[in-house]
């Protein structure tokens, strides 16, 4: 399984963003997907994930309001729309797949990743 994520840049403070990941090699359908961030010297951190159908959704408080995750299983890509983008969002994002039934934080728990995507936000 592939994943390509795209769609990241530099962005002002209360800016959107749309990130894209694009999955290949397997059925998409049958793996929930996340999205997760590393900022420089932090730990990498969930951020949402959206079940096979895309009917159950989680994100993490720092993004609640904020981002929306979404699938489109007849093109084989999750989508993270990120809208009043704060400094503290810069980050690389990652997408990610996990041969699974339930929504999943642990980034231990998926089992390929897509190789990231920058996001600079500037105050």
């Known amino acids: 399984v592939q994943l390509q994520a795209s769609g990241g840049g530099s962005a002002q403070a209360g800016d959107s963003l749309r990130l894209s990941c694009a999955v290949s090699g397997r059925t998409f359908s049958s793996y929930a997907m996340g999205w997760f961030r590393q900022a420089p010297g932090k730990e990498r951190e969930f951020i949402c994930a959206v079940s096979r159908s895309g009917g159950a959704i989680d994100y993490a408080d720092s993004v609640k309001g904020r981002f929306t995750i979404s699938r489109d299983n007849a093109k084989d890509t999750v989508y993270l729309q990120m809208n009043g983008l704060k400094p503290e969002d810069t980050a690389v994002y990652y997408c990610?797949?996990?041969?699974?039934?339930?929504?999943?934080?642990?980034?231990?728990?998926?089992?390929?990743w897509g190789q990231g995507t920058e996001v600079t936000v500037s105050s």
């Open positions: 990610a797949a996990a041969n699974s039934l339930s929504l999943l934080r642990s980034r231990g728990l998926y089992d390929y």
